[in-house]
């Protein structure tokens, strides 16, 4: 399952691939805002094309949740895992369920990265209770 | 001799729980599991191996 924006794989190909001028490498293009990354909850899936619908009301902000630090960087290839240092946190005060299908990776604007749905999706959140990502709970991985 | 008794196990800590966790109220964990690994795209990154054609 692809699990990256495919803008975001257009960016990485040109970026490291003999695309720009004369065979030198390619841009990146519009490189990613400089703040915390967020994480966006979807009541449908996401693809490699747009990301699913994202959730409304009480307990949910538009645009998804900052990260609450820094990940440890990927070294000799290793994966990256989100969040670091404490659990995201949302507690649905909707007055109705969400039905949380997929989440998707973007920077502090929106730009989206990485993406996938949950397992056991969809996950049921009646109101009142409270979604939790753990920490560490998103592996990203490129091998 | 007496020695502490450990509190009794009533939910996994979040640190160890799987990657997605839905909480009542109260704190107890109603459902969880894991959240999808993110992995490269179908074929990227596959080159042929001698034979393969």
Redesign the interface.
């Known amino acids: ?4 924006d495919q803008a975001m ?1 257009s960016k990485m190909l040109n970026q490291t691939t003999p695309t720009g001028t004369s065979g030198a490498p390619g841009s990146f293009g519009t490189a990613l805002a400089g703040s915390a990354m967020k994480v966006r909850l979807n009541s449908t899936a996401s693809s ?1 094309s747009a990301a699913g619908t994202e959730l409304t009301g009480t307990g949910y902000t538009a645009g998804g949740q900052s990260v609450p630090a820094a990940s440890t960087a990927s070294s000799s290839g290793s994966s990256v895992t989100v969040p670091a240092s404490s ?1 995201l946190s949302w507690t649905n005060g909707s007055g109705g369920a969400w039905s949380i299908v997929s ?1 998707d990776l973007t920077d502090s604007a929106g730009v989206r990265t ?7 999706q969809p ?4 109101n ?16 | 001799m007496t020695s502490e008794n450990p509190q009794p196990a009533t939910e996994p800590d979040l640190d160890e729980a799987p990657g997605w966790v839905v909480r009542d109220p109260d704190g107890r964990v109603v459902a969880s599991g894991p959240v999808s690994v993110a992995l490269p795209a179908s074929g990227a990154g596959d080159t042929p191996s001698e034979g393969d054609e």
């Not at chain 1, 990485?114 to 056991?120: R, V």
Request: a neutral charge; zero cysteines; glycine letters at 12%.
């Open positions: 399952m692809a699990a990256i794989v490699a659990a989440w990485w993406y996938a749905n949950f397992n056991g996950v049921s959140v009646a009142g209770n409270t979604f939790q990502i753990a920490v560490g709970g998103i592996t990203i991985s490129l091998s």
